[in-house]
C-alpha cells in the first residue's frame, strides 16, 4: 500500500512517548487504519478505524500478545483509540483520526482530477517533483525502520532468529551486529521498504545465506576443529 500519513511533532509530547510499545503500536495503527469507508463481513469501518485479533496484531508487529494488550491499554487510557468487540474480532478506532490525517483537505477527488486535466503540463513537472521528494521519504522510512529493528536486536526481541543465522552460517558471535552497517548499506541501496521488522530480518537471513555461499563471509567463520 502506499501513501503517506501525517506524524505531528506533538507526538513527542504524549505521554507515552517513551514507552517503545505503546508508541509503535500508534503509529502502526495510523499506518494500518483505512483511510476510506468500508463494508467488511457485514460490518461498516470507517476512515480512521480497523479490524484484528490479537493473533494478527502480534505478527504483525513482532510482538508478543501480552505486549500488545499492555500497549492497546495505554492508547484507550491516554483516549487515543477505541475499542470494541465485533464476533470473532475487535474493531478499533483512532479518535483523533480527523485532527491528524484529514485536516485541511479542500478538494473532493473529482475536483482533483479536473485539475490536474486542465493543468496537465504544470501537473507533470509537479509530479516529478514529488518524484524526488518520495525517494527521499522513502529512505527516510527505510533508515527509521532499521533503527527499530536495531533497537529490538538489543532488547533480545530476535535472540532466538539471530541463533539460527549463526547456526546456519557458522560466524563466530558477534559478526552479525558488526555486518549490520554493510546490511543497511544494503537495503539502501536497493531502496527497498520492508513490511515491519520481522521481513527485514528474514531479508537479513536470505542476504547473510547468500554472502556466504560466495564464500564473502569466510574471514569471520568459526575456526574448525581437526581431531
Not at 478538494?107 to 486535466?117: H, M
Not at 521519504?137 to 536495531?150: K, P, T, V
Request: net charge positive; hydrophobic share 35%; with cysteine.
Amino acid at each position: 500500500m502506499w501513501g503517506y500519513i501525517k506524524l505531528r511533532r506533538s507526538l513527542k509530547e504524549w505521554e507515552w512517548y517513551s514507552d517503545h510499545n505503546a508508541t509503535r503500536l500508534l503509529v502502526h495503527l495510523l499506518i494500518t487504519v483505512n483511510y476510506e469507508r468500508k463494508k467488511w463481513q457485514g460490518i461498516t469501518i470507517e476512515p480512521g478505524s480497523r479490524v484484528f485479533s490479537w493473533e494478527n496484531l502480534s505478527n504483525e508487529l513482532g510482538m508478543s500478545v501480552q505486549n500488545c494488550r499492555t500497549a492497546m491499554k495505554k492508547l484507550e487510557t491516554s483516549k487515543e483509540i477505541n475499542r470494541q468487540l465485533t464476533g470473532n474480532f475487535q474493531l478499533v478506532a483512532l479518535l483523533k483520526w480527523d485532527k491528524m490525517q484529514i485536516e485541511n483537505v479542500s478538494l473532493t477527488a473529482n475536483q482533483q482530477q479536473n485539475q490536474q486535466v486542465a493543468n496537465r503540463p504544470l501537473t507533470t513537472t509537479k509530479e516529478r517533483k514529488e518524484s524526488k521528494e518520495d525517494v527521499v521519504n522513502r529512505q527516510q522510512l527505510i533508515i527509521d525502520l532499521f533503527d527499530l529493528f536495531e533497537t529490538e536486536l538489543k532488547d533480545g526481541s530476535h535472540d532466538l532468529a539471530i541463533e539460527g543465522m549463526y547456526l546456519s552460517t557458522k560466524l563466530k558471535k558477534g559478526t552479525i551486529g558488526k555486518l549490520l552497517p554493510e546490511f543497511k548499506a544494503h537495503i539502501l541501496t536497493q531502496n527497498k521498504l520492508h513490511g515491519g521488522t520481522i521481513e527485514l530480518r528474514s531479508h537479513l537471513k536470505s542476504w547473510l545465506d547468500k554472502r556466504n555461499q560466495l564464500g564473502q563471509l569466510n574471514g569471520h567463520k568459526k575456526p574448525e576443529h581437526r581431531s
